[in-house]
């Protein structure tokens, strides 16, 4: 079984940037892959908050966590800066899948690629899917890449 080409940064819809910090390296001298997720779920964060769908203090419903997965290509080291691309790989009623690249400086291909799934809930009871909110549906619409 063959693995599908590695990303390049126009494959993705919406970019946030970032730098790494001396504590993101590990004793191998690169950045410890537990970062990694750090990375993808502040890119995630900064994307619901800068498309107003998230209101950490108010929102009645919000994206649970189930499932994220990462494949690490090449090493990011401290002193870094990260560009981290979103796109949306799955639209569902109640979930979305985002994917994600993580580009080293200015570097064309991802040095490690993620997905992260969120399922939507009431944040009050937190028990069952709820639709997701408009607002994220019409954002991640924008965030969906043309069929290849």
């Given at each position: ?34 970062q ?59 979930s ?7 580009f ?45």
């Amino acid at each position: 079984m063959s693995r599908p080409p590695i990303s390049t940064r126009a494959d993705y819809r919406w970019f946030t940037s970032m730098p790494t910090r001396w504590m993101d390296n590990d004793v191998y001298g690169h950045v410890n892959n537990v970062q990694y997720y750090s990375f993808i779920d502040t890119a995630v964060a900064e994307f619901l908050i800068a498309n107003q769908v998230l209101d950490l203090a108010s929102s009645t419903e919000v994206g649970l966590v189930v499932e994220t997965q990462c494949r690490y290509f090449a090493p990011i080291t401290f002193p870094d800066q990260i560009t981290c691309g979103v796109r949306c790989g799955r639209l569902g009623s109640s979930s979305i899948r985002y994917e994600l690249g993580l580009f080293r400086n200015e570097e064309a291909q991802a040095s490690a690629e993620a997905h992260f799934i969120h399922v939507y809930v009431a944040r009050a009871a937190q028990e069952r899917a709820v639709p997701l909110p408009a607002k994220l549906r019409d954002a991640a619409l924008r965030l969906l890449m043309p069929p290849a």
